[in-house]
């Protein structure tokens, strides 16, 4: 009984690791409390970077919710989320440059 719940729960968690392997970074994530942004968000720099191909990566704050900032704008990244500055633009927020 007690072996067979072991099994079931390695099994459980081994498929729960799939699946979250095959998720992209910014699918369902939404930044620190900014749900419904309408775009994808990112937790880190590098994942924004291969997504957003050649366009700006922007960081939006999680104290100064509607506004990005460029590269050498805004406060310290601590506590927020990058983006795409087209997508953010079309959504309607505020890019900061430097």
Same mark, same amino acid.
Not at 8 to 18: K, N, P, Y
Not at 31 to 37: F, I, K, L, T, Y
Not at 63 to 89: L, N
């Given at each position: 009984?007690?072996?067979?719940?072991?099994?079931?729960?390695? *099994? !459980?968690?081994?498929? &729960?690791?799939?699946?979250?392997?095959?998720?992209?970074?910014? /699918? $369902?994530?939404?930044?620190? +409390?900014?749900?419904?942004?309408?775009?994808?968000?990112?937790?880190?720099?590098?994942?924004?970077?291969?997504?957003?191909?050649?366009?700006? *990566? !922007?960081?939006?704050? &999680?104290?100064?919710?509607?506004?990005?900032?460029?590269?050498? /704008? $805004?406060?310290?990244?601590? +506590?927020?989320?990058?983006?795409?500055?087209?997508?953010?633009?079309?959504?309607?927020?505020?890019?900061?440059?430097?």
């Amino acid at each position: 009984m007690i072996l067979r719940r072991l099994v079931r729960t390695a *099994v !459980v968690v081994s498929i &729960s690791l799939s699946i979250a392997a095959a998720i992209p970074s910014w /699918a $369902g994530h939404a930044g620190n +409390g900014a749900a419904g942004s309408g775009f994808p968000q990112y937790r880190n720099r590098a994942d924004a970077e291969k997504d957003c191909g050649g366009d700006t *990566v !922007v960081w939006g704050s &999680s104290e100064h919710k509607g506004v990005y900032y460029v590269d050498g /704008a $805004g406060p310290t990244r601590v +506590g927020g989320f990058y983006a795409c500055m087209a997508a953010v633009k079309k959504a309607g927020y505020q890019v900061v440059n430097g």
